[in-house]
Protein backbone atom coordinates (compact mmCIF):
# COMPACT_ATOMS: atom_id res chain seq x y z
CA UNK A 1 0.00 0.00 0.00
CA UNK A 2 1.30 2.96 -1.11
CA UNK A 3 1.80 5.58 1.49
CA UNK A 4 2.63 8.67 -0.19
CA UNK A 5 -0.33 11.06 -0.83
CA UNK A 6 0.91 11.73 -4.11
CA UNK A 7 0.57 8.22 -4.67
CA UNK A 8 -2.81 7.52 -3.53
CA UNK A 9 -4.20 10.35 -5.49
CA UNK A 10 -2.86 8.44 -8.39
CA UNK A 11 -4.45 5.48 -7.71
CA UNK A 12 -7.53 7.31 -6.97
CA UNK A 13 -7.33 8.61 -10.17
CA UNK A 14 -6.05 5.33 -12.35
CA UNK A 15 -9.24 3.64 -10.86
CA UNK A 16 -11.64 6.34 -12.39
CA UNK A 17 -9.60 6.65 -15.71
CA UNK A 18 -9.97 2.61 -15.56
CA UNK A 19 -14.18 2.28 -15.03
CA UNK A 20 -14.09 5.15 -18.02
CA UNK A 21 -11.87 3.10 -20.49
CA UNK A 22 -13.98 -0.39 -19.34
CA UNK A 23 -17.26 1.46 -19.98
CA UNK A 24 -15.63 3.31 -23.68
CA UNK A 25 -14.20 -0.62 -24.63
CA UNK A 26 -17.72 -2.01 -23.90
CA UNK A 27 -20.07 0.51 -25.51
CA UNK A 28 -17.50 -0.55 -28.55
CA UNK A 29 -17.70 -4.10 -28.24
CA UNK A 30 -21.27 -4.06 -28.00
CA UNK A 31 -21.22 -1.98 -31.56
CA UNK A 32 -19.19 -3.96 -33.41
CA UNK A 33 -21.27 -7.23 -32.07
CA UNK A 34 -24.30 -5.69 -33.37
CA UNK A 35 -22.47 -4.57 -36.67
CA UNK A 36 -21.12 -8.07 -37.40
CA UNK A 37 -24.64 -9.12 -36.85
CA UNK A 38 -26.10 -7.23 -39.46
CA UNK A 39 -23.73 -8.40 -41.66
CA UNK A 40 -24.39 -11.90 -41.11
CA UNK A 41 -28.20 -11.67 -41.05
CA UNK A 42 -27.46 -9.66 -44.67
CA UNK A 43 -29.31 -6.60 -43.85
CA UNK A 44 -26.81 -4.43 -45.36
CA UNK A 45 -29.00 -1.44 -45.64
CA UNK A 46 -28.88 -1.38 -41.79
CA UNK A 47 -25.21 -2.24 -41.65
CA UNK A 48 -24.35 0.43 -44.19
CA UNK A 49 -26.41 3.34 -41.79
CA UNK A 50 -25.02 1.54 -38.84
CA UNK A 51 -21.26 2.21 -40.31
CA UNK A 52 -21.24 5.42 -39.50
CA UNK A 53 -22.41 5.08 -35.54
CA UNK A 54 -19.36 2.61 -35.44
CA UNK A 55 -16.76 4.78 -37.11
CA UNK A 56 -17.50 7.72 -34.50
CA UNK A 57 -17.25 5.24 -31.25
CA UNK A 58 -14.12 3.62 -32.87
CA UNK A 59 -13.00 7.44 -33.14
CA UNK A 60 -13.94 8.67 -29.87
CA UNK A 61 -12.26 5.88 -28.24
CA UNK A 62 -9.27 6.61 -30.20
CA UNK A 63 -9.18 10.53 -29.27
CA UNK A 64 -9.43 9.51 -25.47
CA UNK A 65 -6.74 6.94 -25.80
CA UNK A 66 -8.77 4.29 -24.93
CA UNK A 67 -7.80 2.41 -27.76
CA UNK A 68 -4.24 3.17 -29.94
CA UNK A 69 -5.09 5.33 -33.28
CA UNK A 70 -3.68 2.64 -35.57
CA UNK A 71 -6.02 0.61 -33.96
CA UNK A 72 -9.21 1.99 -35.10
CA UNK A 73 -8.15 3.39 -38.52
CA UNK A 74 -7.65 -0.76 -38.67
CA UNK A 75 -10.24 -1.54 -37.53
CA UNK A 76 -12.49 0.93 -39.75
CA UNK A 77 -10.20 -0.16 -42.78
CA UNK A 78 -11.28 -3.75 -42.54
CA UNK A 79 -15.11 -3.39 -41.45
CA UNK A 80 -15.40 -1.25 -44.01
CA UNK A 81 -13.92 -4.04 -46.56
CA UNK A 82 -16.21 -6.96 -44.68
CA UNK A 83 -19.40 -4.67 -45.42
CA UNK A 84 -17.92 -3.92 -49.08
CA UNK A 85 -17.63 -8.04 -49.85
CA UNK A 86 -20.79 -8.86 -48.41
Known amino acids: MPRRKTSL ?4 K ?3 KR ?5 VKKEL ?10 ISEKKLDEAK ?3 NKVFSQLDKAAKKK ?3 PSLA ?4 SRLSKKLKSA
Open 49 to 51: AFL
Open 66 to 68: VIH
Open 9 to 12: KQQR
Open 19 to 23: LRNLK
Open 14 to 16: DKK
Open 73 to 76: SRRK
Open 29 to 38: KKTLKKFQAL
